[in-house]
């Protein structure tokens, strides 16, 4: 029951990303999803952790910042797609939720704490709904060679955990609960390389996970407390890469194919040895870009 409790949360989270742009209440998503008022309400507090009202308002704010920072449009065009009765009303709501205008963050982009999509029902998470047993995904692995150019890394890293759910079960308990929501909404209003990535760092052959972006080497905007901002040299990486694919049947599968390849390719063979002194990245959007492992190397003499 608590699983479908999940499912029908994840309806009125999709339902609200759907119509981001419309006039939204709680009284109109009761409508379409053919649930009472008091159901979205109750059930939506309790797993999403935020009352629905303010998720509404703040999706909206917060997918306003973010063409605010990245396209031309006029203010009080983006302040009317997106509801906001005029761009008085649009400013009011920008100010209380993150403490300056909508005018100044366009001028001087800095973190804010954006409310992203909320996910109350990951079906890899929940170990759900199987996995698609396709022959050998290995086959779709790309490998190559790159040079990054110098850039900083924004995040956080810890020892305590070296995989994802792990580690940010770990954060949480540090941190409070809801700490990976305030992270990840953070990081996502500053414009990033590869968007959000996970990966790992080496510290007396232990090995630690870290959750961050990748920024232009000149960033100097504000960085959080509890977030590092590290200058990452230029260096040679190479890359395991699977193409875009479906994450709720084909997860599991994919990283089970990165790491056959990332364990069958011979470093020494190809001219490398791992750089275990910078980080490894693993970048993962699934739906746009699929899933890497982006490794530094030194080249051997």
Same mark, same amino acid.
């Given at each position: 029951?608590?699983?479908?409790? *999940? +499912?029908?949360?994840?309806?009125?989270?999709?339902?609200?990303? &759907?119509?981001?742009?419309?006039?939204?209440?709680?009284?109109?998503?009761?409508?379409?999803?053919?649930?009472?008022?008091?159901?979205?309400? +109750?059930?939506?507090?309790? /797993?999403?952790?935020?009352?629905?009202?303010?998720?509404?308002?703040?999706?909206?704010?917060?997918?306003?910042?973010?063409?605010?920072?990245?396209?031309? !449009?006029?203010?009080?065009?983006?302040?009317?797609?997106?509801?906001?009765?005029? !761009? &008085?009303?649009?400013?009011?709501?920008?100010?209380?939720?993150?403490?300056?205008?909508? *005018?100044?963050?366009?001028?001087?982009?800095?973190?804010?704490?954006? #409310?992203?999509?909320?996910?109350?029902?990951?079906?890899? /998470?929940?170990?759900?709904?199987?996995?698609?047993?396709?022959?050998?995904?290995?086959? *779709? %692995?790309? #490998?190559?060679? !790159? %040079?990054?150019?110098?850039?900083?890394?924004?995040?956080?890293?810890?020892?305590?955990?070296?995989?994802?759910?792990?580690?940010?079960?770990?954060?949480?308990?540090?941190?409070?609960?809801?700490?990976?929501?305030?992270?990840?909404?953070?990081?996502?209003?500053?414009?990033?390389?590869?968007?959000?990535?996970?990966?790992?760092? /080496?510290?007396?052959?232990?090995?630690?996970?870290?959750?961050?972006?990748?920024?232009?080497?000149?960033?100097?905007?504000? %960085?959080?407390?509890?977030?590092?901002?590290?200058?990452?040299?230029?260096?040679?990486? #190479?890359?395991? @890469? @699977?193409?875009?694919?479906?994450?709720?049947?084909?997860?599991?599968?994919?990283?089970?194919?990165?790491?056959? %390849?990332?364990? *069958?390719?011979?470093?020494?063979?190809?001219?490398?040895?791992?750089?275990?002194?910078?980080?490894?990245?693993?970048? @993962?959007?699934?739906?746009?870009?699929? !899933?890497?492992?982006?490794?530094?190397?030194?080249?051997?003499?």
């Amino acid at each position: 029951m608590v699983l479908e409790w *999940n +499912r029908s949360v994840q309806r009125i989270i999709d339902c609200v990303e &759907e119509n981001l742009t419309e006039p939204l209440t709680v009284e109109i998503l009761a409508k379409l999803l053919a649930y009472s008022p008091y159901y979205c309400t +109750r059930q939506f507090k309790k /797993y999403a952790k935020i009352t629905l009202r303010e998720y509404i308002r703040l999706r909206k704010v917060s997918s306003a910042a973010l063409e605010l920072r990245d396209t031309k !449009q006029r203010i009080i065009d983006i302040a009317l797609k997106y509801g906001f009765s005029s !761009q &008085e009303a649009f400013t009011r709501s920008f100010k209380t939720a993150y403490g300056i205008t909508p *005018n100044v963050y366009r001028k001087m982009p800095v973190m804010l704490p954006l #409310v992203l999509k909320r996910n109350v029902f990951d079906p890899y /998470y929940f170990k759900i709904g199987g996995t698609v047993m396709i022959e050998d995904l290995t086959r *779709n %692995v790309t #490998v190559s060679i !790159q %040079v990054i150019p110098v850039h900083k890394f924004i995040g956080i890293r810890s020892m305590d955990a070296d995989k994802y759910w792990d580690f940010w079960e770990s954060e949480e308990a540090k941190h409070g609960e809801g700490y990976c929501d305030i992270v990840c909404g953070q990081l996502a209003s500053i414009k990033s390389f590869n968007g959000q990535v996970g990966g790992w760092h /080496y510290k007396d052959g232990k090995r630690g996970f870290l959750y961050g972006i990748e920024v232009p080497a000149d960033y100097s905007g504000n %960085v959080p407390a509890g977030m590092e901002c590290t200058l990452i040299p230029e260096s040679t990486y #190479v890359t395991f @890469h @699977h193409p875009p694919y479906d994450y709720a049947t084909m997860e599991k599968a994919v990283s089970r194919a990165l790491g056959k %390849v990332l364990d *069958n390719w011979d470093f020494a063979q190809h001219g490398y040895k791992r750089n275990y002194e910078l980080l490894t990245y693993m970048r @993962h959007d699934p739906e746009e870009y699929g !899933q890497a492992y982006v490794i530094p190397v030194i080249k051997i003499d």
